[in-house]
Structure formats: C-alpha cells, structure tokens
C-alpha cells in the first residue's frame, strides 16, 4: 500500500505539473489566458460545504486562500487520477508502463472537467454555456492527452 501511494503521489504530481507547463507553453506560445486557480477553489470550498452546483462561481460566496486552494486541489485531484491509473493497471505497469493505458486514463479525465467541474462552476456541461465552448472542449481534449502522456513520463521515471 505504501508503494501504491507513494508512486499515486510522485506520478500524479509529475503529470499534473506536465499539463501545467503545456498551459505556460500555450500562454506564451499563443497569448491564451494563463490558468486562474482561484474559482476552482472557490468551488472546492463550496464542495467542502455540500454544494456542487452553481449559477456562476465568480458570485458564490469568497473564500480566504481560494488560489491556493485551487492549487491543492488541482494537484490533488491529479494525484488521484495517478492513483486510478495505478488501480485499473496490471500489477506489472508501474515497473514497465505502457503509453496506452496513461494516454486512455488521461482522455477519460476530460469527463471530469466536462461533467463535473464545468457546471459545477456554472459554465454548463462541456463549457457549453460559454461563447467558446468548443475552444475550450478542444484545449481540454488537448491538456488531458498531455496529462495522459505525463503519466507516462512520470511512471518512466519513478519505476
């Protein structure tokens, strides 16, 4: 159990900082906005305290730290994705992985943003209240396959 949390811990957080260099590379590369973590703690606060859904988060009740928050959280839900991916793998994948199963377990993530975290932030299923709703499906798409792929450079490394 030990090495499961351990490896959960160190690929998660090596995949989870691959897709946040992909956002400065796509911040820099092509001016899109950079990350803002502070409404995604502000959820997470609200979630803390049983509401998942809301109108719009920029007008849901503020927290203290709600940046960091989103930070912790961000890293955290990616060391949990690492730990699914550990638990739905043979035995065999943390000491030889394979590109597949990272790459299957990164683009099944995106569901999590679309059908969960969207809306519960008030943008719709998908994004699909907002203006460029298929902007942001394709750089979700996109920033999950570079997850996906930095399981597998972080499995690489740590096995």
Do not use: C
């Not at 912790?72 to 035995?91: N, Q």
Request: proline share 5%.
């Amino acid at each position: 159990m030990t090495e499961f949390l351990y490896r959960s811990l160190l690929i998660g957080i090596g995949a989870t900082a691959i897709f946040d260099l992909w956002g400065l590379f796509l911040k820099h590369a092509f001016g899109l906005p950079g990350a803002n973590w502070a409404p995604v703690g502000r959820w997470f606060g609200h979630l803390a305290g049983g509401t998942v859904f809301h109108e719009d988060i920029a007008k849901a009740r503020p927290f203290a730290y709600e940046r960091a928050m989103g930070w912790i959280g961000h890293y955290a839900v990616g060391v949990l994705f690492a730990a699914i991916l550990l638990a739905v793998t043979s035995s065999d994948w943390p000491r030889q992985p394979t590109l597949m199963p990272a790459l299957l377990v990164g683009l099944v993530t995106v569901g999590a943003g679309w059908f969960l975290l969207q809306p519960g932030m008030g943008a719709g299923v998908a994004a699909s209240k907002r203006p460029n709703a298929n902007q942001i499906r394709a750089l979700n798409i996109a920033g999950h396959v570079v997850f996906g792929l930095g399981l597998y450079a972080s499995a690489l490394l740590v096995r």
